[in-house]
């Protein structure tokens, strides 16, 4: 089964920072790969997604990852972050050959106004 | 509107006193899931379905049981509810064909005294 390891537990940024979050997993096959926002005291949202083509997807809030096969990563950027990306967020990989999920232990953002 | 729904959003209940938290969708989705988050340890996975009457353990099933007589249903079971049970649970749905981009509900909190 895969495993998704994220870096960072807890990153604290000032206002129009920018932003990158590591996420790798380790699994030989074709993976589809999320990122999702968890605001405090809500349910998990849908940030990006990557399945095929264009490695470097465009997803809401103007956050962008590049999917890197070689070094199975998905990072997670945003050039300049705002006060209300105070969050958590979770990568999760999908193992394509037996819809197995698995997500990383998330990444606490705080973003300082 | 489309959306996961769960009940109940709280919940305090002591040792061995079996419990039911429902979950349901509306949007047609095959595939529905279970997770637990604890802290550091991100979403683990307790069981999912792909389809009605077809359920399989996730990564901690232990304590756990589900049923899935209805599409739209996904019933989470603790049959004698123990402390270490204490955690947010999110209940996911997903089509088949959307490449497992999963939609959650808004979580129940559970708490074992």
């Known amino acids: 089964a895969q495993s998704v390891s994220q870096h960072n537990h807890h990153v604290i940024l000032s206002e129009a920072a920018s932003l990158e979050l590591g996420c790798n997993y380790s699994?030989?096959?074709?993976?589809?790969l999320f990122w999702y926002v968890q605001y405090p005291g809500q349910h998990l949202q849908l940030l990006l997604k990557?399945?095929?083509?264009?490695?470097l997807v465009k997803g809401i809030k103007g956050f962008e990852a590049e999917f890197i096969k070689s070094k199975f990563s998905f990072n997670l950027r945003k050039p300049s972050v705002q006060w209300s990306d105070t969050a958590e967020y979770f990568c999760?990989?999908?193992?394509?050959?037996?819809?197995?999920?698995?997500f990383g232990a998330g990444t606490r953002l705080t973003v300082k106004p | 509107e489309a959306q996961v729904t769960q009940n109940p959003r709280y919940l305090i209940t002591v040792t061995g006193k079996k419990l039911t938290v429902t979950c349901s969708q509306n949007?047609?989705?095959?595939?529905m899931s279970w997770y637990r988050q604890d802290p550091g340890l991100g979403l683990r996975q307790i069981y999912y379905s792909m389809n009605v009457e077809v359920t399989d353990k996730g990564d901690v099933p232990e304590g756990y049981k589900v049923s899935r007589k209805e599409k739209r249903n996904f019933p989470l079971i603790l049959e004698s509810p123990s402390p270490n049970q204490t955690s947010l649970y999110f209940c996911?749905?997903?089509?088949?064909?959307?490449?497992?981009?999963?939609?959650f509900g808004p979580g129940t909190r559970l708490t074992v005294l």
């Open positions: 699994y030989g096959g074709t993976v589809n």
């Open positions: 949007m047609n989705h095959e595939y």
């Open positions: 996911a749905s997903s089509s088949i064909d959307s490449f497992n981009e999963q939609f």
């Open positions: 990557y399945f095929s083509g264009d490695p």
């Open positions: 999760a990989v999908n193992a394509v050959s037996n819809n197995d999920m698995r």
